[in-house]
């Protein structure tokens, strides 16, 4: 992709995601975190920039809040912004989060590693601490992560 189609790219995400603000199709909005309702009956959550205890906390309960106020089963948690390395809330996020999640109803979760090796090693460390590891699929690209929610298969 050259230069001009990048920030043509670019320009048209901006104007998507100002429409998304107006027309408030949000559960959560926040610098680090969005979190909505996918057109495919699944949350999407878009995580962004350096995460720390606080925000990864912070965004997992609301990622919940949302799985129980939608009804869904199925999440894309989309990693692809993310830099760095949040390993002081794995095991948090492994060991209780998820299985809340699993409580709450979920069925699937597709998880989309960041470019960064720091922010991989952070949710590899989460998913090997957690009791539901089946219910969890690591994928480097988002379309194969849409494939997998998509499929009848686990």
Not at 19 to 48: C, G, M, V
Not at 111 to 138: C, F, G, H, M, N
Request: one cysteine or more; hydrophobic letters at 40%.
């Amino acid at each position: 992709m050259n230069n001009l189609n990048k920030f043509s790219f670019y320009k048209e995400l901006q104007r998507d995601l100002e429409d998304r603000k107006k027309n408030q199709q949000y559960f959560f909005y926040t610098d680090y975190i969005t979190i909505e309702l996918d057109p495919n009956n699944w949350l999407y959550a878009d995580w962004i920039g350096y995460q720390s205890e606080k925000t990864i906390m912070e965004g997992c309960e609301k990622m919940l809040e949302a799985l129980i106020h939608y009804k869904v089963a199925r999440i894309l948690n989309d990693n692809t912004r993310v830099v760095g390395i949040w390993t002081p809330a794995a095991e948090w996020v492994g060991a209780n989060w998820l299985p809340r999640m699993e409580a709450a109803g979920l069925e699937k979760l597709a998880w989309v590693y960041s470019p960064s090796r720091l922010s991989q090693v952070s949710t590899d460390e989460a998913i090997k601490r957690t009791p539901i590891p089946s219910l969890i699929q690591t994928f480097h690209q988002m379309n194969e992560a849409w494939q997998w929610l998509l499929s009848d298969n686990g």
